[in-house]
């Protein structure tokens, strides 16, 4: 310490002689004196903040204060369509004409303070979370109805802290200007009430048709109360369960606040919601409405549009509506030929989306009363059948395991779990290859693909494609879904096989402007859902449900490239035989497909399997409207022309049917079929299944001196599947051509002289190939005996010669004909067996079956060689080349 003292004062010293400088001692500063600085210093950004927000604040416009400023609808050209919200129908409320229990109902829960704030209610703000929880969620809200009147006219719904210090400024200065009552009236004017529908006035006489407010009851003012907090949620013909539990919860602030007596708040809750609804005038107007709907639906799932006023903000909403498309599917729905005399309670959904972007170009749902909802095109979920396969079996086993579209899958009944699955048509083909099997739609193969793919496999494939499931039991493959999908779910995934594997969630939207400038767009971006591969292999394969023989060709149009798949599901076993229905009744009938411009997916059915009016179901007439409805709407759009781009990781094999071998030179072309593979898993092993037949070996002919006759005999190494075609002719003229089993025959009777020329081919009776043909010829020793000079008898045929000339003349000259003729015989084709021809007849050998006669009593060859040619000189060849070999075998032995 001494040591630490000492040092103090030598330093203290040091300083007072000039050589140190003696050290401050530096003040503490107070903690919460920096918090309170802190504090002052944010207060006073804070203000300046709030100060910069107001200032700019919009002004309080009487004019918008009266009336809601409408949103615009632009299409994908940028054409303004139509507005969302019309002043032509509105019914106008004055302050006197709202009775006393309307205003009471909406102040007790919307604003009980209404009548004591100035504008903004601090105390609400922390009383709401409490009122909510003792008087049922949504008994009170945050806002006053004055911050509500502004919100609605004013400013927008969009959640910022820009909007709320606005919103809170622009109310104080309302209620300044206006008074209570006026206030109100200006809330009970605007407030939005479903179905297009604004303002008290105009909501009683859409929902209860009645022409002054003091018609209504205490439950009808009740559910219009509670209507405006969300008018789609608690709208009582489409949710009656939950209309009846917001209606309640007015009913029960009514009551807390001293409004109405227990007594006619419970008589009003025992009342149906339903009761004196007027269905008939809920109906929209709006041009476009079913798209429109689904614009409105879009918005509302975008992040911070959520509590946007859609119809009255004022916004500029561009849309990717295709003008052309959404006329032209409303057109069908409406007027098809087909559909004009069906039942009112079938109904039919269609999405149309662009390939290639995924961009909703036309929306339809519904006929007669649903013609103007977007609900079965995209709030339907059903059943997918067949349509689902490419999803869930083919795709995926394709994308994971490279299969090729000719890859050979097992065709027969299967069980899983105890069910047995079979074809629709209870046919089975033993085995098949993936294209057959998607083309024929056929059931078991797609559930052995499932299943080898497995169900982590198809899911996560399904999931990228916007079909959002959890799990799939082996049912999922054929579209046994639990839930099901919409059209719309369905067009956009199809669309990604046509855009080369590129998913895009399908939207109504590009972009929305707001009044102030802003614009907020869709957080929309492609995925990869699979390889190119994959998609451009199911497109191949979907282009052949397309024609004939695919399931799909009645949906197909000429001149378009096209694929696309069908879809059917059977009403269950147990329900069809407790009401007698045939098991070709169907309940869902779907067709959906694509082209590189457009993807579209049609549903038809019925909302019920049965109902007071009985059971519903499409019979095999009706399970067609789908590929009806399907081909005419694409019919009528602008389609591009082009067709689907073949990736470089794709290739052509040519396969030899029922293998994945490559296809033989010598396969037939109808045992061929052209498959593509995914590049550098193509087969090198090439069929020999029909490969060319062995060459003919040691074919010989020798004359035999002591039967005057020709010898001709080889060796060839053959099956019993092996015949011979022999083919002989005399001096260069063709004579007769036959088939035989044995490896040898001998032509009798050989003139002096002559030149005998033979020519055997071996063929495979069973594949029809034939080896290489084998020739050889002898001359028989002597001379040719002198030509005729006498006259024929003309009253003996088999003497007549060539008359009109000589035998280049006459007889090479008809050759040609000669043999056409001889082969238009066919099989039946024969020499004379040595019988003699009377009259133009042949005579039958005693020893062979006698030929059918012709017309003309001419045998075979012979018999259509006179009756196309009719030509003597060329009749008479034939029968002398006929008789040099008359020990040929006959070709029907």
């Known amino acids: 310490m001494s040591n630490e003292y000492r040092s103090r004062q030598e330093r203290r010293q040091a300083a007072e002689n000039g050589k140190q400088p003696v050290p401050k001692r530096k003040k503490k500063f107070p903690f919460f004196k920096a918090i309170l600085a802190f504090i002052v210093i944010m207060f006073i950004i804070g203000t300046i903040s709030v100060g910069v927000i107001m200032a700019k604040a919009p002004k309080l416009d009487p004019d918008k204060l009266k009336t809601p400023l409408s949103s615009q609808i632009y299409d994908k050209d940028g054409k303004m369509v139509t507005s969302l919200f019309s ?31 100035h504008g903004v209610d601090v105390r609400r703000i922390f009383g709401a979370a409490l009122a909510n929880v003792t008087g049922g969620f949504g008994s009170q809200g945050g806002s006053t109805i004055t911050q509500q009147v502004v919100k609605n006219t004013i400013l927008t719904n969009q959640k910022s802290l820009t909007r709320k210090i ?18 109100l009236e200006m809330y009970l004017n605007k407030i939005y009430f479903g179905h297009n529908v604004y303002g008290i006035g105009t909501a009683a006489k859409t929902y209860f048709d009645v022409d002054r407010l003091d018609q209504l009851t205490l439950p009808q003012t009740a559910l219009l109360a509670g209507l405006p907090k969300a008018p789609s949620n608690y709208d009582p013909l489409v949710h009656p369960e939950a209309a009846e539990k917001r209606r309640n919860v007015v009913l029960g602030q009514m009551e807390k606040y001293g409004y109405i007596t227990k007594a006619e708040a419970d008589k009003a809750k025992a009342t149906p919601v339903t009761k004196g609804l007027h269905k008939g005038s809920l109906q929209e107007t709006r041009i476009h409405e079913a798209y429109l709907q689904q614009v409105i639906k879009d918005i509302h799932k975008m992040d911070g549009m959520k509590n946007v006023d859609v ?85 995926p086993a394709i994308d994971h395991f490279k299969w090729n579209t000719g890859h050979i899958l097992k065709d027969s009944p299967i069980t899983i779990n105890g069910s047995t699955i079979h074809n629709f048509n209870d046919e089975e083909f033993g085995e098949v290859s993936m294209r057959q099997a998607l083309v024929k739609s056929e059931n078991t193969p797609a559930v052995r693909t499932f299943m080898e793919v497995g169900e982590d496999k198809a899911v996560d494939f399904a999931n990228k494609l916007g079909i959002n499931i959890n799990s799939a039991p082996p049912a999922y493959a054929i579209g046994g879904f639990q839930k099901g999908i919409t059209p719309l779910n369905l067009a956009g995934a199809y669309a990604a096989f046509g855009n080369e594997g590129v998913y895009n969630a399908p939207t109504t939207i590009r972009k929305i402007e707001f009044p102030n400038g802003d614009v907020v767009k869709p957080d929309t971006k492609p995925v990869k859902a699979m390889n190119d591969f994959t998609a451009y ?77 009985g059971v519903h179901y499409l019979d095999t007439n009706q399970r067609n409207y789908s590929k009806l409805i399907f081909k005419e709407v694409m019919s009528r759009l602008n389609h591009d022309g082009s067709d689907f781009k073949k990736p470089n990781s794709v290739v052509d094999v040519t396969l030899e049917k029922g293998t994945n071998k490559k296809a033989g030179e010598f396969t037939p072309d109808d045992e061929k079929t052209n498959e593509l593979f995914v590049r550098g898993t193509e087969p090198n092993e090439v069929s020999d299944k029909y490969a060319q037949p062995a060459s003919i070996e040691g074919l010989k002919a020798e004359y035999n001196k002591k039967k005057n006759a020709i010898d001709v005999k080889w060796n060839y190494k053959g099956n019993d599947k092996t015949v011979y075609k022999v083919t002989a002719s005399v001096d260069g003229t063709q004579a007769a051509e036959q088939t035989i089993k044995d490896k ?123 009756g196309n040619g009719n030509n003597q000189n060329q009749r008479q060849q034939q029968r002398q080349n006929d008789q040099q070999f008359p020990d040929l075998p006959d070709l029907n032995q």
């Open 87 to 117: 002043e032509q129908n509105r019914v106008k409320a004055g302050i006197k004409d709202i009775p006393p229990n309307v205003r009471d109902a909406f102040v007790a829960v919307e604003d009980v303070r209404f009548y004591k704030h």
């Open 537 to 613: 292999m199911i497109t191949d394969m979907l282009k052949g449900v397309m024609k004939s023989g695919g399931t799909g060709a009645m949906a197909n149009v000429p001149g378009l490239n096209l694929a696309g798949k069908t879809g059917t599901t059977n009403l269950p076993k147990e329900f069809r035989d407790a009401n007698g229905i045939p098991k070709s009744a169907t309940n869902d009938a779907w067709m959906a497909g694509y082209t590189p411009s457009y993807s579209a997916a049609v549903w038809t059915g019925y909302n019920s399997k049965k109902d007071k009016e």
């Open 311 to 395: 119809f009255a903000d004022g916004l500029k909403i561009y849309t990717n509506m295709d003008t052309k498309a959404q006329e032209a599917t409303e057109d069908v729905l409406q007027n098809a030929s087909f559909l004009k005399n069906e039942n009112k309670k079938l109904q039919s959904g269609i999405a149309i989306v662009d390939t290639k972007t995924g961009s909703i170009r036309a929306i339809g749902s519904g006929r007669e009363e649903n013609l103007m909802s977007a609900y079965y095109a995209s709030g339907n979920q059903r059943q997918p059948g067949s349509t689902i396969k490419p999803i869930l079996d083919y795709g």
């Open 166 to 183: 606005q919103e809170a400024y622009l109310a104080i200065k309302l209620e300044k200007k206006y008074s209570k009552e006026q206030i």
């Open 744 to 866: 040898s025959f001998t032509v009798p009777n050989a003139e002096a002289g002559k030149t005998y020329s033979f020519q055997v081919t071996a063929i495979n009776s069973e594949t029809n190939k034939e080896s290489p043909p084998a020739q050889t010829s002898v001359t028989v020793p002597g001379e040719q005996p002198p030509a005729q000079t006498t006259p024929p008898d003309q009253n003996n045929p088999g003497d007549h010669q060539n008359q009109g000339g000589n035998e280049d003349q006459g007889g090479n000259q008809n050759q040609d004909q000669g043999d056409q003729n001889q082969n238009q015989g066919g099989e039946n084709n024969q020499p004379d067996q040595g019988g003699n021809q009377q009259g133009g007849t042949e005579q039958p050998n005693t020893t062979e079956p006698q030929n059918p006669q012709g017309p003309e009593g001419n045998q075979n060859g012979q018999g259509n060689g006179q």
